[in-house]
């Protein structure tokens, strides 16, 4: 996949409502009959990059090797491992994903949910239905995107303050500072060395453990 592409892309819809139909659509199924009305749909609204994949051996790989902006998986009545299948690709190739299946039951959902996949649709595949699913999936993916940054950049930040403390703790007790000398002494050490004051805590740490 492309690298440092984790959300949609050049998928994501632009303002204005108006899409782009330059998005590269996969299409998983096994039957070119169902397959074709999903092709039909997205080709009526514009779209003219949609390939199928008829054969779901070994599919990770084929996803990484078409590298596509969004998925379409349509499993007819699946059964439980071809869900698991389809639920760990979902995880590893973050993109939209929207599953269609024709009968599904509520672990299978909450699985689907779990495993990162944007929209997944119990029966009713019809191709008028197509181009707003998708634009649904991409908007749904898009969301969950900007969350999961949000909260690791509030993990991240978290996991730095906490080593920041320590590090503080350790020069008050060899320095007999208070903790505003201790920080100060790091933010100075870090404006000096052209780093960041995380990693001056991190080396006082380190060296704190050297001579125990």
Known sequence: MRKGSDSAGHGSQPQGGSRDSSLKIAIVDESPIRAAILEDGLREAGFTQVER?????????????MDPDVILIDLES?????????????RAVKRPVAMFVDQSDTASIQAAVDAGVSAYIVGGLKKERITSILDLCISRFNAFHRLQTELDQAKHALDERKVIDRAKGVLM?????????AYALMRK????????????????????ELFK
């Open 173 to 181: 007790k060899a320095k007999n500072f208070s903790e505003e000398e």
């Open 189 to 208: 050490t870090a404006m000096n060395e052209n780093k960041k004051i995380v990693d001056i805590a991190q080396s006082v740490l380190t060296a704190a």
């Open 78 to 90: 699946p059964s439980r491992d071809m869900l698991e299948q389809m639920f760990q690709m979902s």
């Open 53 to 65: 994949i008829a054969e779901t051996h070994n599919l990770l790989v084929r996803i990484y090797a």
